[in-house]
């Protein structure tokens, strides 16, 4: 059925699969100026799409016609699925190089536009909070087209700001403070730390272990900070994910230093 596989092809705007693979881009990255903006808009754009979902408070399509349930306390306005395929998947085409032909770009467009749809046909948006998400989306992206090294800590920081009110609404509720959290832990590396001069993973045995770690290190943070259920946990567990994330190409060099030298 295509309301089925609409519900499979939703997931590639699911907030945590959009992490995954924002992170794992920049950790294999052999230049890390365009991912590390990627990763500052990237924030930028959930920190929007949280304060705007939990301020406004505008409902989702009535539960009877979901064909994907959704969290009863969760809003519709924007679209966050459509909003986060938008910057993440179109900001690939624009920091990315070897993504700036037709056929790459083609198929980056085509995700977002499938995500966004596929919000309509799941019944869990109304159009307009998928027009609206994607619309945001674009406004990042042609800041982010616009934006240099120099801008990345005050765009981490503005993502903290902009997160910052959803935190307020909520009293510390989940998603807004985690990501308030790392939005404070990505600015202070960004603002700290030189990530371009960060090592990169020259072989593939460097590169996976540099994955696995990454995805063992966010996974734990997160469950660990939902174990604990406070606001203070959420923040804490935000920062040592994004803060932690951007620093740990550093562990190559212990990595390069482990492994034999290959003949």
Do not use: C
């Amino acid at each position: 059925m295509a309301t089925d596989a609409f519900a499979a092809i939703t997931n590639l705007g699911d907030p945590f699969f959009l992490l995954v693979v924002i992170a794992v881009y920049y950790w294999l990255a052999e230049e890390r100026d365009g991912p590390a903006q990627l990763v500052a808009f990237t924030l930028l754009a959930v920190a929007v799409t949280v304060t705007l979902k939990n301020g406004l408070a505008l409902p989702r399509p009535p539960a009877e016609i979901q064909a994907v349930p959704t969290d009863g306390d969760s809003y519709g306005f924007p679209s966050g699925h459509a909003l986060g395929a938008t910057v993440v998947y179109g900001g690939l085409a624009t920091v990315d190089e070897r993504l700036h032909g037709v056929g790459a770009t083609g198929v980056l467009s085509l995700l977002v536009a499938l995500v966004g749809l596929s919000r309509v046909v799941i019944g869990v948006h109304y159009v307009g909070d998928v027009l609206a998400g994607t619309a945001i989306g674009g406004v990042l992206i042609v800041l982010l087209w616009k934006s240099d090294a120099r801008h990345r800590p005050l765009v981490a920081g503005a993502a903290a700001v902009v997160a910052l009110p959803g935190v307020v609404v909520t009293a510390g509720g989940t998603d807004s403070t985690f990501v308030f959290g790392a939005a404070v832990g990505a600015a202070l590396i960004f603002a700290l730390v030189d990530v371009e001069t960060l090592p990169d993973a020259a072989a593939v045995p460097q590169g996976a272990a540099l994955v696995a770690t990454g995805l063992v290190m966010l996974g734990g943070a997160y469950s660990l900070a939902l174990t604990v259920g406070h606001p203070l946990a959420f923040a804490a567990g935000g920062v040592v994910m994004l803060g932690g994330s951007l620093v740990l190409p550093r562990a190559l060099q212990v990595m390069q230093a482990a492994l034999p030298a290959a003949d």
